[in-house]
């Protein structure tokens, strides 16, 4: 089993910063992307920010400049430094990770979400 546990989201208001964390755990052969994703009130989720194995980043538009992400592989943990936040930021952002998980048969991949951790900025 592995699971991604999301923490650090709160209220803020705008102009201050956040930092979320993601820790993976259970039985982890190896990790390959980990990607924040936002989700606000109706609207669709969204890619935040993305990091491969190997430390490349991809960012939105929308937050190229004020977040970033980061990963300790050998916590197995991805973080989302985010300053400068907006109302607009206001989301529940979850983590995804694309994953190698071992079994008693062999090894398997698959994308792995966690439960979300809510982000509000006051105006």
């Known amino acids: 089993q592995v699971q991604l546990v999301e923490s650090g989201g709160g209220l803020v208001q705008a102009g201050q910063s956040l930092k979320l964390s993601c820790a993976a755990s259970?039985?982890?052969?190896?990790?390959?992307?980990m990607d924040w994703y936002r989700q606000a009130p109706g609207n669709q989720r969204e890619l935040v920010a993305g990091?491969?194995?190997?430390?490349?980043?991809n960012y939105a538009n929308s937050v190229k400049g004020r977040f970033t992400i980061s990963r300790d592989n050998a916590k197995n943990t991805v973080y989302l430094q985010m300053n400068g936040l907006k109302p607009e930021d206001t989301a529940v952002y979850y983590c995804?990770?694309?994953?190698?998980?071992?079994?008693?048969?062999?090894?398997?991949?698959?994308?792995?979400w966690g439960q979300g951790t809510q982000v509000t900025v006051s105006s």
């Open positions: 990091i491969t194995s190997d430390g490349s980043t």
């Open positions: 259970g039985s982890i052969v190896s990790i390959n992307t």
């Open positions: 995804n990770a694309f994953i190698r998980y071992s079994t008693h048969i062999g090894t398997g991949l698959r994308n792995y």
